[in-house]
């Protein structure tokens, strides 16, 4: 998870800050555990985010629409995984309330899951590529300093 939040980061895309931000998510959110409002929070300061980064890079109205459905599709895609989550400790907790868990249905709930955050790294993936052609040359330059100088400020 955190592998995915860090390359969301060091793409420097204003999107993909929604994945990092997810990944605040996913652990508890900016404040604890406190459901809708947190979820909205969230959505709010990744709305934020993303509209200021596309500010400074100048985005045009094409760009600016391509980088919303990209971040609206993974935020889609992540709040999906996140609500998964619940099921699985249900199952994990029913199997291991038992005297002898079934070890190939464990196996099979935590590949399952595995296999989910997978493909929504694989998304991930394929959202930066879209990102990448849907960005010029300039402004591309300019998100990868600004993500190389984000990093080197919090020594990553």
Known sequence: MLKIAMVALATGSAS???LGTWAVHERGGFCGR????????VHKFIDFAVSEKLDEVDATAEQRQKVQDIKDRLMKEGHA?????EGLREELLLQLS???PDPAKVKGLVRER????S????????????LHATFTPAQRAQL???AREH????GR
């Open 16 to 18: 993909l800050l929604g």
């Open 34 to 41: 406190h459901g809708g409002a947190r979820s909205e929070m």
């Open 81 to 85: 995984l996140r609500e998964g989550k």
């Open 98 to 100: 038992q005297e002898n």
């Open 114 to 117: 595995m296999n989910a955050f």
């Open 119 to 130: 493909a929504f790294a694989d998304d991930a993936t394929e959202a930066l590529l879209e």
């Open 144 to 146: 990868l300093a600004d």
């Open 151 to 154: 990093m080197a400020r919090h």
